[in-house]
């Protein structure tokens, strides 16, 4: 079984940063890909960018990309999602989640592709 747990959100000026952790225990997570989705009231959930733990490679949304930052501290098993430049549209509560990787096999968006969520912590950037 895999756990997860996310921290770092809070209340933030439109054009501020903000760095979501997200630790995770369980199993080994060599083979892991690591996905971050947001969910904002009335919406769906969506995909915001994913990381192999492998290799390293990141996938980001068009709506992030430029602007967040996926990475991960093998390590110490967290994954990190470093947000700059936010907007009033990233408000949402954002999730970790975790999946299978085979390596060199690409990335993927699709939450129901993730089996293992973590519990959400909550972004708010004000205008």
């Known amino acids: 079984q895999v756990q997860l747990v996310e921290s770092g959100g809070g209340l933030v000026q439109a054009g501020g940063s903000l760095r979501l952790s997200c630790a995770a225990s369980?199993?080994?997570?060599?083979?892991?890909?690591m996905g971050w989705f947001r969910q904002a009231p009335g919406k769906e959930r969506e995909f915001v960018a994913a990381?192999?733990?492998?290799?390293?490679?990141?996938y980001y949304a068009d709506s992030v990309k430029g602007r967040f930052t996926v990475s991960t501290d093998n390590a110490k098993n967290t994954v990190y999602l470093q947000m700059s430049s936010l907007k009033p549209e990233d408000t949402a509560v954002y999730y970790c989640?975790?999946?299978?990787?085979?390596?060199?096999?690409?990335?993927?968006?699709?939450?129901?592709?993730?089996?293992?969520w973590g519990q959400g912590t909550q972004v708010t950037v004000s205008s």
């Open positions: 369980g199993r080994t997570f060599s083979t892991y890909a």
């Open positions: 989640a975790a999946r299978l990787q085979v390596r060199g096999t690409p990335l993927v968006g699709n939450w129901y592709d993730y089996p293992y």
């Open positions: 990381i192999s733990r492998s290799d390293g490679n990141t």
